[in-house]
């Protein structure tokens, strides 16, 4: 009944995080469109997504942290639990993971749906024509971003799932929910890679600092590579 309790807890979490998500942005992008005060291709729109999945991720962890005792912030002791060669090579593995992702996209997208980037590259082509937007995006979409999921599929969501289910279902209820959240067919693969090494540093090293590393170093790589 715990067990079943708690998968309750993490779904319901989810779609409210989601629904809420999807209606403040959804909203904030047609009141952007119909004032025409700036386009969702500009950079105030990117900042403004990735501002608002912050503040609206980071209240669950603290809900969390004062309802079940966990408190996120001591996952981050970095003397004892991590060392600095494990942050060397979580910083390596998300070089390696941005390296990795284009060949597997490019793979899978002969078998799955994929997302129209058109507008994604319009938007960058915006962005590295001045360097001020460049440091703003990556900032907000490598950084902050990083962070603030990790917090939410690794810090909650799975450490949540940790303490009522094995491992291995864990981990595959971690990857629909973190799969959910970025729906296109086409990067399941590559977000089923990333989850895992995502976790099992969590695992190895019971520090949110391993996973956060990998998360913000494959995000900031990916742009770079973009530009």
Aim: some cysteine.
């Amino acid at each position: 009944r715990n067990n079943i309790r708690c998968l309750e807890n993490i779904l319901l979490s989810c779609a409210i995080l989601w629904i809420s998500l999807f209606i403040i942005l959804s909203g904030i992008e047609y009141y952007l469109e119909k004032q025409k005060l700036i386009s969702i291709e500009s950079i105030s729109y990117i900042v403004l997504d990735n501002l608002i999945k912050n503040l609206i991720i980071y209240p669950f962890y603290f809900r969390f942290k004062k309802k079940h005792g966990i408190n996120f912030f001591l996952r981050y002791n970095f003397n004892r639990n991590i060392g600095y060669l494990i942050i060397l090579l979580c910083i390596s593995l998300g070089f390696f993971f941005s390296v990795l992702s284009g060949p597997i996209l490019e793979f899978s997208s002969q078998y799955l749906p994929t997302f129209n980037f058109e507008n994604y590259y319009d938007s960058l082509n915006i962005i590295s024509e001045n360097l001020f937007y460049k440091v703003v995006y990556i900032f907000f979409a490598g950084f902050l971003t990083g962070i603030a999921e990790e917090f939410f599929f690794r810090g909650f969501c799975y450490t949540f799932l940790r303490k009522n289910y094995s491992m291995g279902f864990s981990l595959l209820i971690n990857t629909i929910i973190f799969w959910v959240f970025h729906p296109i067919p086409a990067m399941l693969p590559m977000i089923f890679i990333l989850n895992i090494a995502f976790c099992l540093s969590l695992e190895y090293t019971k520090s949110l600092v391993a996973p956060i590393c990998i998360h913000i170093l494959f995000n900031v790589t990916s742009i770079l590579e973009s530009f």
